[in-house]
């Protein structure tokens, strides 16, 4: 099962290196980052391309909730989407 993991900034000025060592810490084989980007935007790049990576038993991690949907109500629909994925196949 690959470990795929994503991280966001929300400036280009903000470094990534202390969330990417928490998910290579954590086991991540390849990571997604995601530089000044909303998480209030769905169409985050590197959050589409994580997505597309991920395949049925692939492991996610993220560092929190909040680095991929700046909403609760973004949340819930990710949650849901990325459960859906795995009860379908």
Same mark, same amino acid.
């Given at each position: 099962?690959?470990?795929i993991g994503y991280a966001r900034v929300?400036?280009?000025e903000q470094n990534?290196?202390?969330?990417?060592?928490?998910?290579?810490a954590a086991g991540a084989e390849q990571?997604?980052?995601?530089?000044g980007e909303s998480s209030r935007e769905a169409a985050q790049p590197q959050w589409v391309a994580c997505r597309a990576q991920?395949?049925?038993?692939?492991?996610?991690?993220i560092r929190a909730l909040d =680095?991929? !949907?700046g #909403?609760? =109500?973004? !949340?819930? #629909?990710?949650?849901?989407?990325?459960?859906?994925a795995r009860r379908e196949n």
């Open positions: 099962m690959p470990v929300s400036t280009r990534p290196q202390a969330q990417a060592a928490e998910l290579r990571i997604f980052t995601d530089r991920l395949q049925p038993g692939d492991i996610l991690v =680095r991929v !949907a #909403e609760e =109500r973004m !949340a819930i #629909e990710i949650i849901r989407e990325l459960g859906g």
